[in-house]
Structure formats: structure tokens, C-alpha cells
Nanobody, 121 residues
């Protein structure tokens, strides 16, 4: 069945790096829109990075220059490379994607299960 599987979270010191992965499972035609969100305890879930079907990628101001969203279309996987991590980056990170099951279908929304990122000073 179609879904998203996340990996790559962990505990790092401030200034360290992590790379989160989000792999589409099941048989799909392509990934349309893809994005990463995060939610810290007691806070609203926020959009961190988003890439549109045309390849435009936007980042929340607080992570610009530190985080990079990328993709591997052949593997139906996308990533969030996080460098120069700060304690305020601590959150559960969720991947999102609009997935096309066939070339003629409209994208459907899918969410990963979440992965914990903890940054200590």
C-alpha cells in the first residue's frame, strides 16, 4: 500500500547535522509536492520546507541557509539535510507529500509517522 516512511532523527549537539529521509512506499508514479513540518511540545505544527512540482523550494526564515530539501526521484525518496542545528530546532519532524499513483491521477496527501530530532546545547 502507498505511504510515507521517515527515518534519520536523533540526538545531536548544537552545531551538528542530521539528514532526515522520507521514502514513498508502494507503487506510485511520482511525488508531486513535498514538504517537511515540525512540531515542538506545546507549539503549533509549522512548515519548515516545501518544494512545488515545478521545483521551487521555500524555507521558513529560521532555517534558511541551514536546511536543504532534496529528492531522489528514482528512489521515490526526499530528504531534509539539517546543518548547524540549534536547540530551538528540537521537535518531531513530519514529512508530507502529494503522491500520484498513476500518471493520470491527481495527487493525494500522505504524511510520515514522525521522527524525533533533539538538539542539546
Amino acid at each position: 500500500q502507498v505511504g510515507l516512511v521517515e527515518s534519520g532523527g536523533g540526538h545531536v549537539q548544537a552545531g551538528g547535522s542530521l539528514r532526515l529521509s522520507c521514502a514513498a512506499s508502494g507503487t506510485i508514479f511520482s511525488i508531486d509536492t513535498m514538504a517537511w513540518y515540525r512540531q515542538a511540545p506545546g507549539k503549533e505544527r509549522e512548515l519548515v520546507a516545501r518544494s512545488t512540482p515545478l521545483g521551487n523550494t521555500n524555507y521558513v526564515e529560521s532555517v534558511k541557509g541551514r536546511f536543504t530539501l532534496s529528492r531522489d526521484n528514482a528512489k521515490h525518496t526526499f530528504y531534509l539535510q539539517m546543518n548547524s542545528l540549534k536547540p530551538e530546532d528540537t521537535a518531531v519532524y513530519y514529512c508530507y507529500a502529494g503522491l500520484l499513483v498513476t500518471r493520470w491521477s491527481v495527487p493525494n496527501d500522505y504524511w510520515g509517522q514522525g521522527t524525533q530530532v533533539t538538539v542539546s546545547s
